[in-house]
């Protein structure tokens, strides 16, 4: 059986992780925006800013733009945003810390999909962002690497407030019905 990637699995979960989650004033910054359904369901109306990047498809020319994200994060002023929603096929690692090195407002919210899991589960290879942050060789190869995927992903926050100095506040997770694809939120607060 193959898995192919799939617009909005764990559909409810990511909706009402947004919902619940969002905070007061927010200004969303949405990376991976495609056909809107998140734009749709959590911020249309509720939010007071609103702003859909995606080099594939967007849902509205007057709210997006049709650009490669990280393209878009490196040569714009990202500092107006307080939400940042990286709702990526893959694994978001190299936008989240995109993002860090250039943001410098004081609190944020991430909501952010990560197929690492998935990745670690066909192969068990290591990447290099768990690499660098379990101090692994990177490629090696470790048959059942996914069942410490909570443990990565907790490693890589400690990692991310040492290295930006902030706190991370609150971090939530939810795995999709397959457990291969993990939903996480939380918010920092820089020191």
Known sequence: MRWLPS?????????????????????????????GLMYKNVYAGKVEEYLGIDKHRIHDE??????NNAYYVKNND????????LDDYGSPW?????????????????????????????????????SATEKIPSGMNIPGLS???????ATMLLDVQNRYNLKII??????????????WTFSIIKE
């Not at 069942?147 to 992903?153: A, G, K, L, P």
């Open 62 to 67: 007057n709210l997006c733009i049709k650009i």
């Open 147 to 153: 069942r410490w995927y909570v443990d990565i992903f």
């Open 170 to 183: 609150n971090p939530l997770y939810a795995f999709n019905a397959r457990a291969s694809t993990c939903y």
């Open 94 to 130: 190299d936008l989240f810390y995109l993002i860090l090195n250039k943001y410098t407002g004081q609190e944020a919210t991430f909501f952010i999909t990560d197929g690492l899991k998935l990745h670690q589960n066909v192969d068990g290879d290591v990447t290099r962002w768990v």
């Open 7 to 35: 617009d909005n699995t764990g559909f409810n979960i990511k909706i009402t992780m947004r919902r619940k989650y969002l905070p007061a004033h927010a200004r969303v910054l949405d990376l991976f925006c495609g056909s």
């Open 78 to 85: 990202i500092n107006k945003y307080n939400v940042f929603d």
